[in-house]
């Protein structure tokens, strides 16, 4: 297994050397596309592999490939190209030919019609021979445009084979070169197959192997772990049986240990509830004596205040009730005494049967001590007079007021005093000690256990406390628990990681309530404690509120620990003995928190209501006695009486008790003197309301006087926390029989000469038939009418008559007494004359009378010229004049006219205006007059005159309304109509005929059309201008393309551009708080101290603000375009836009301000252009969405990655349109579908071919909307000039030192231009260029290599300085040449390509001359090879061998020119090079021997003899000038030496040869 996985990981390793391989062969791609770098590259891999190449070589071999490949595709790709442009062309030919074919067969027909004069048929053949030469001009120009455009591409497809059979043969080398790499390759993984399957046939031997072994370990595993199972329950087994044992035994302490404790606990407990119990007692009854003495003086003073204030029924009834109630107390209470001093007795003798008991059980607890039987003797003692100061105080105690004890609440403090002011002197002497000492309540039974004075040391308490048989251990834990639990340390529970906080228990119910208690009884509630917290906890009661100690007992008994969410009970046991409102807690402690239970306890109370404060009788005849009730009810548990009076009780205070003052028997019975008030109280007037009843209560209502009355009534409690009740009566008394139930009579709104009709009805209270008689003022005669006008109405019965209303239009002048002309409101006063009654019954009849008018602003209407195509419109005005709505309708409506809206018919609010619009469209050219009618709901007509003249216009269009669909911003939608001109003849008989109202006929021909567009529509129409020839339609395009506005992107600028202003004034104030805060501590420092220390350890705020001002300006601001784009709403814009129409015979008749187009004639188009935002943004573009690569080098590739997203709600699939498969824009990656929000990168490359600019369109298009780009870019040919030409001369170095030149690059575009500079002697193809024989061995064969002399190592002598860059536009880039030779030579040289964009645009021969020594001569004929031999010749001493003479050769040749001779001239130059040692000589001297023997051959030398500085050249010239009579056949030849003094001394054979030609 574990070779298999190296063998994986092997392939792994194979495959990711692989994918690296691909990725650098995609990294060095310059513009290509991606499929075909994957398979270069791998080609490019395996050469590298056999050739072992370096890395710019592999470069240049991959590009070399990927270009040959780029050919062939280029060249298939023109290819086709070339044989479609002749399809085309060959098309084109044969178009041409057919149309001069019917061009000549118009021509002909033409001449026919001219002999036969048929000038309709002229007409016709002649536009057709017109339109049949533009379009053979049009083929014309397209085929030599197309002949053009074949030349191109043939002549662009010659480059390509060029280019193909350039590097045809380099190709087929690395196609040879591949195939051995590929056998090779092939080779190896079959070795390595091989040895694979070894490797794999060892590994699973080896794995069997290990797989026996981990089965046997397996089996010997298995037999060890039954054997240590087996012993191992043998050994629990013995084990859980001597735990169990002594578990039970120390379960049997530990009980026998509790029990005892328990019963002595109880004991305790006991004894100290038996004392606290005798001393409420006697608190008690030392209280009740108290309480005595204060309620006999109390009686006898109310007893002789009762006497003498009066005798008042109410104040002796109360007094009774009050007496009996507390004698039924009292002996209530001395039963409840009896059975405590019962109970009290039992409980002691219990104890003492108990304590004898144990002590004849245990002897061994009791020892005897004198002093421990002093005390128990001493408690029993305390016991026996507790017991005989109860009999005495119950004896005495017969006679209590207990009206004084229910008034007062007594505090503790209050008992304590009356208790210690009550007990006998030599019982509170003898009590008072022993109470006040508090090792009296704890004293044992048991004295022996406690008075020993041994101190048990902390394990013995700690085995009192737990019991024996626990651990020492266990001991410690759980004495360390207790001491938490006492001293109430609060521990926080964590559950979960969540750390509980609340109240760690809550009671159901939440308060303990006890209501309406009575004192002296017992109530009993339980509660339940729920716990919940988030784990086990436990509770224990802490205290009671002090209020409720001695009224309050708990019985809760702790249950241990409780786990969450389980409860426990308790028990509360309520013992009122004051009767007042108490308000307290229950308090409980766990180890997590302390809580409280609130307790509340109320006494009885009353709660008194009615069911209603006032009483209205109504109206009512005098004589007559009505009767209504009212409820009184009590919602509370307590009796109380009440009195109900007619005015409000006084109240008078008397101690601390409020009691009614009640008048006296004059205001209750004397009933006689209170006739003259109508309204009065029943008979029930004082009664006793008993807890939960109610009382009705009557009040009496006998009309004497007539008119309106109001009685206030009060009822009074005697309990003084209620408070009185308010009631109110009122009633009405008349004293006519007759009356009228609506006594005024409301019409409302009414319109003139309209009927309008009301019932009144008149009720008779009289015993007897009355006669009526209704009367009208004179006034209002001619307008309202009372049917009948007598009649007679029954005893206690009604009777109706009739009211007809008719208002007219004088109503405003004949009743100007009761019509008002501003409000129109009519108040007409009426009466009924009843018989035998001197006063009428009056009544009011009200209106309110207005116009039924409908107002219509226009009485004539002109609609003037309109179109049969067009509809023309207007808009009139219709008031209602009337403040009723009116109902309103248009009828008998002619079918060319139409009313809007609701077709004419409608409601009119009152005194509103409504719109109306009016269409007309006329069916045919003619004169039009009618009549609009409008009636109201009453039937009323009002009439619009209307009169129009139809227009038939010469041209149609197709539709008259278009509606674009939905268009997204920077969207393109595209609707086609037609233009018609079907107008062929002008026999108006037959069909109808062009023309304006009933004028004259519109003539036959052809007819110009002119659309005009508004401003600013983002609407085109093309063509926008042209000519419809008779019978025929021209073809319009409409073109919209909506944009983003600009006000909206220079508003979210502007917003952008304050927010950016308010952040930045934001951070400037936040920057003086923070220099201020930094200020405060660097106060102390010194100053060059507190610079260096704001610098290193700045304070915490500026470190977020640097960071901040970084992140801002790092982060890119959001382009207001995308914004405003993505803030878009939906726009709807409704253009007309007009066509005007000229007949083309029109323009012979011009004439100053004549206008060549009909107004009448005019068309419209109406254009409905819905915008709505666009479903796809381009985020990195601009308003334009133009993607700009700018300008790039030809046949360079650049990228260029923009973003988009789905602003829409939807889901969008996209897809693109095609770009030009031969242009340069090309699209990368593809496109997906996007999510609502979504985003997508588009990567486009640019690669031109040619300088100059391109443009291509693009559209990403979904179901919602399209977004349309716009790629552009611009090729430019790079051109860099060189400031030098061909050859870079160093000069002349010593050896093994060096010297640097310098060159420049001039950058003369606006590119930034990226060079490399590759010198020839480290290319990969030097050795082979070097193969070839040199030029003075093989004249016939040149070589083109620019290498020359190289150091001893093999490298060049030539270095350069940068390689690679580039070059900012308009710019230049000095370059850096070193020469740096080893050894002497002359011909060291090497050759320097400058490659601009990978392409080679400069070559530079670098040359460059070494010494030895300081001197050296230069010029002259050549005298040896320009190859340096390869060995290395070995070094003499130069004093042993004697140097060679080295020569330097010049040739003059002197030409005849007119029978003359003339000079001929040459030149060698001496020179001194600079050496870098700081001891070398400057200069040198030559000196040239014997120049006179020259003379006489003609040879002068100048100079002879000079220096020459360091650095510097000495020329000199050597002219030969021919003798007279000089024979021009022979070689004259001459020798001279010259020697040169330097740091050595060098010696120079100059050969002069001479000759004429």
Request: aromatic share 8%.
């Amino acid at each position: 297994m574990e070779e298999e996985d190296d063998y994986q990981v092997e392939n792994e390793d194979m495959e990711e050397q692989f994918y690296e391989c691909e990725e650098l062969g995609m990294e060095n791609n310059d513009g290509f596309s991606d499929v075909d770098d994957s398979e270069i590259t791998w080609e490019e891999n395996d050469t590298t592999n056999v050739k072992g190449l370096c890395n710019s070589e592999r470069v240049q071999v991959g590009k070399r490939q990927r270009k040959f490949k780029e050919l062939e595709i280029l060249h298939q790709e023109k290819d086709v190209k070339i044989q479609k442009i002749r399809e085309e062309l060959k098309e084109c030919k044969m178009r041409i030919e057919t149309l001069e074919k019917e061009r000549k067969e118009v021509e002909a027909d033409i001449q026919e019609q001219e002999t036969a004069n048929n000038n309709a048929a002229l007409f016709r053949l002649r536009a057709q021979h017109r339109r049949l030469c533009d379009e053979l001009r049009g083929e014309e120009d397209l085929q030599s445009k197309i002949t053009l455009k074949l030349q191109e591409n043939e002549h662009e497809m010659f480059e390509v084979e060029l280019e193909q059979g350039k590097l045809m043969q380099l190709y087929e080398e690395h196609k040879n070169d591949d195939a051995k790499y590929e056998a090779q390759l092939l080779l190896e993984a079959k070795q390595r197959l091989e040895a694979e399957e070894t490797a794999i046939s060892q590994a699973e031997k080896r794995k069997k192997k290990a797989i026996k072994d981990v089965e046997k370990q397996k089996l010997e595993h298995k037999k060890a772990l039954e054997d240590a199972k087996k012993y191992n329950q043998k050994s629990i087994q013995y084990l859980k049986e001597s735990m169990a044992r002594a578990r039970q035994e120390q379960a049997d302490k530990e009980l026998k240990i509790r029990d005892d404790l328990e019963k002595r606990m109880q004991i305790i407990l006991s004894l100290k509830k038996n004392i606290t119990m005798s001393r409420e007692s006697l608190r008690a009854i030392q209280a009740r004596k108290a309480a005595q003495s204060a309620a006999e003086k109390q009686k006898k003073e109310k007893e002789a205040s009762i006497g003498s204030e009066s005798e008042s029924f109410l104040q002796h009834m109360l007094y009774r009730k009050h007496l009996q109630e507390l004698e039924k107390k009292k002996q209530e209470f001395v039963e409840e005494q009896k059975t405590l001093k019962a109970e009290i007795m039992a409980k002691i003798l219990r104890e003492e049967s108990n304590m004898e008991k144990k002590k004849k059980m245990y002897p061994v607890l009791f020892p005897e001590n004198l002093k421990s039987k002093d005390k128990t003797s001493e408690v029993w003692k305390l016991g026996e007079k507790l017991l005989q100061c109860i009999e005495n105080n119950s004896e005495d105690d017969r006679v209590i007021n207990t009206h004084e004890q229910e008034r007062r609440s007594p505090s503790q403090i209050s008992d304590e005093e009356a208790i210690t002011e009550q007990i006998p002197n030599y019982f509170t002497q003898d009590f008072s000690d022993q109470l006040l000492d508090e090792e009296s309540l704890n004293l044992p039974e048991f004295p022996g256990l406690w008075d020993k004075e041994h101190t048990p040391n902390k394990d013995e308490k700690v085995s009192k406390r737990f019991g024996a048989g626990t651990s020492k251990m266990e001991q410690e834990i759980l004495a360390r628990q207790l001491e938490k639990q006492r001293s109430g340390i609060v521990q926080k529970q964590v559950a979960a990681g969540r750390e509980f906080k609340g109240c760690p228990f809550y009671s159901k119910p939440d308060i303990i309530h006890f209501k309406n208690f009575d004192v002296g009884q017992t109530y009993k509630k339980k509660a339940k404690l729920i716990n919940a917290s988030y784990g086990i906890t436990f509770c224990r009661l802490i205290a009671i509120t002090d209020c409720l100690k001695d009224f309050i007992e708990v019985d809760f008994k702790p249950p241990g620990q409780i786990s969450a969410g389980m409860s426990c009970e308790m028990t509360v046991t309520f013992k009122p003995l004051v009767n007042k409102d108490f308000e307290g807690e229950i308090m409980f402690r766990t180890h997590i928190g302390s809580f409280a239970v609130p307790l509340k306890c109320a006494t009885k109370k009353c709660d008194l209501v009615v069911d209603k404060h006032i009483i209205d009788f109504g109206c009512h005849t005098i004589g007559e006695t009505i009767t209504q009730t009212i409820t009184l009810i009590n919602r509370g548990a307590l009796n109380t009486y009440f009195q109900f009076l007619k005015s409000v009780p006084k109240q008078l205070f008397i101690g601390e008790m409020t009691e009614l003052i009640v008048p006296s028997s004059e205001d209750f019975f004397d009933l006689d003197q209170q006739l003259h008030n109508e309204i009065k109280v029943g008979k029930i007037t004082v009664d006793e309301i008993g807890a939960f009843t109610s009382v009705k209560l009557p009040i009496i209502f006998a009309p004497l006087i007539p008119g309106e009355t109001q009685m206030d009534f009060e009822l009074v409690f005697s309990d003084p926390a209620s408070e009185s009740i308010s009631i109110t009566a009122r009633a009405k008394s008349v004293d006519v029989p007759v009356w009228l139930s609506n006594p005024n009579i409301d019409l409302k709104i009414c319109m003139y000469d309209r009927l309008y009709q009301d019932s009144i009805c008149a009720y008779s209270r009289a015993s007897v038939a009355l006669q009526l008689k209704f009367e009208v003022c004179s006034e209002l005669r001619n307008h309202l009418e009372l049917l009948p006008k007598t009649g007679y109405i029954q005893a206690h019965s009604n009777f109706s008559f009739q009211l007809k209303f008719l208002p007219r239009q004088s109503l405003p002048e004949d009743a100007k007494k009761y019509f008002n002309k501003v409000t129109r409101v009519l108040e007409a006063p009426m009466n009924i004359l009843v018989a035998n009654q001197t006063t009428p019954i009056p009544f009011t009849v009200h209106a309110v009378v207005t116009s039924s008018d409908l107002e219509i602003d226009r009485q004539t209407i002109d609609f003037g010229y309109c179109s049969i195509y067009e509809s023309v419109w207007t808009t009139i005005s219709l008031t209602n004049k009337s403040i009723l709505s009116q109902e309103y309708g248009f009828v008998d409506i002619p079918e060319y006219v139409e009313v809007q809206p609701n077709d004419g018919f409608g409601v009119l609010l009152p005194l509103e205006t409504l719109n109306i619009d009016i269409m007309f469209k006329a069916k045919q050219a003619k004169e039009y007059a009618f009549e609009l009618i409008c009636k109201s709901e009453i039937n009323r007509e009002f009439k619009i005159s209307c009169q129009a003249i139809g227009v038939f216009p010469p041209l149609t269009l197709s539709h008259s309304v278009i509606h674009f669909a939905a268009t997204a911003l920077n969207d393109t939608s595209t609707v086609t109509l037609y233009v018609e001109n079907s107008h062929t003849s002008q026999n108006e008989f037959t069909h109808p005929v062009p023309r304006i109202g009933k004028g004259e006929t519109v003539p036959v021909g052809p007819t110009l059309f002119e659309f005009a567009i508004p401003e600013y529509s983002y609407l085109s129409i093309a063509p926008a201008v042209g000519t419809v020839m008779p019978g025929e339609k021209c073809l319009v395009h409409l073109l919209f393309k909506p944009t983003l506005p600009d006000i909206l992107v220079q508003e979210e600028a502007v917003r952008m551009l304050c927010q950016a202003a308010e952040t930045e004034r934001i951070l400037e104030k936040q920057e003086p708080e923070s220099s201020e805060s930094d200020d405060i501590p660097s106060k102390k420092r010194a100053l060059p101290k507190q610079t260096e220390t704001r610098r290193s350890s700045p304070s915490p705020p500026k470190p977020k603000e640097t960071s901040s001002i970084s992140d801002i300006s790092l982060f890119e601001p959001p382009n207001p375009v995308n914004i405003a784009l993505e803030n878009f709403k939906e726009e709807f814009h409704s253009l007309v836009i007009p066509c005007f129409v000229k007949y083309e015979g029109s323009t012979d008749h011009k004439a100053p301000g004549y206008s060549p187009y009909s107004i009448h004639n005019t068309l419209y188009l109406e254009v409905n252009c819905p915008t709505v935002a666009p479903p796809i943004v381009l985020i990195s573009g601009n308003k334009q969405n133009m993607v700009d690569f700018g300008a790039i080098a030809v046949e360079q590739r650049v990228l260029k990655k923009i973003e988009i997203e789905n602003i829409s709600e939807y889901h969008l699939n996209l897809k693109s349109s095609v770009l030009d498969p031969c242009g340069p824009f090309e699209l990368l990656n593809s496109l997906r579908s996007l999510q609502p929000g979504a985003t997508h990168n588009l990567i486009f490359s640019f690669t031109p071919a040619k300088s100059k600019m391109y443009y291509e369109p693009l559209e990403i298009r979904s179901v919602k909307g399209n977004l349309s780009l716009i790629l552009t870019g611009c090729g430019i040919d790079p051109s860099v000039k060189c400031s030098v030409e061909n050859v870079l001369d160093v000069g002349y170095v010593l050896a093994n030192q060096s010297r640097t030149v310098t060159f420049q690059l001039e950058n003369a575009t606006i590119l930034n231009v990226m060079f490399s500079v590759k010198l020839d002697s480290l290319s990969y193809s030097k050795h082979r260029e070097q193969q070839v024989l040199p030029e003075f061995l093989a004249p016939d064969q040149k070589s083109d290599s620019l290498v020359g002399t190289h150091n001893y190592g093999g490298q060049s002598a030539f270095s350069v300085s940068p390689i690679k860059g580039s070059i900012g536009p308009m710019q230049s880039q000095e370059f850096e040449v070193t020469f740096s030779p080893d050894h002497e030579s002359l011909y060291y040289s090497d050759g320097m390509q400058v490659e601009l964009f990978d392409k080679v645009a400069h070559t530079i021969q670098l040359k460059g001359a070494a010494r030895e020594h300081l001197m050296f001569v230069e010029g002259g004929d050549p005298i040896d090879v320009p190859v340096e031999s390869l060995t290395i010749l070995p070094s003499y001493d130069v004093s042993d061998i004697p140097r060679v003479l080295k020569s330097v050769q010049l040739t003059l040749k002197s030409t005849k020119f007119d029978n003359k001779l003339t000079t001929a001239l040459r030149e060698f130059q001496v020179g001194c090079i600079r050496s870098t040692h700081a001891n070398a000589r400057k200069n040198v001297e030559f000196t040239i021997d014997s120049p006179q023997a020259l003379h006489a051959k003609g040879f002068v030398i100048d100079p002879v003899k000079a220096t020459v500085e360091a650095g510097t050249v000495k020329v000199v010239t050597v002219s030969w000038t021919p003798p007279s009579g000089h024979d021009p056949l022979p070689t004259i030849s001459a020798t001279v030496k010259m020697s040169i003094k330097g740091d050595i001394t060098e010696n120079y054979q100059i050969i002069l040869t001479a000759v004429v030609r």
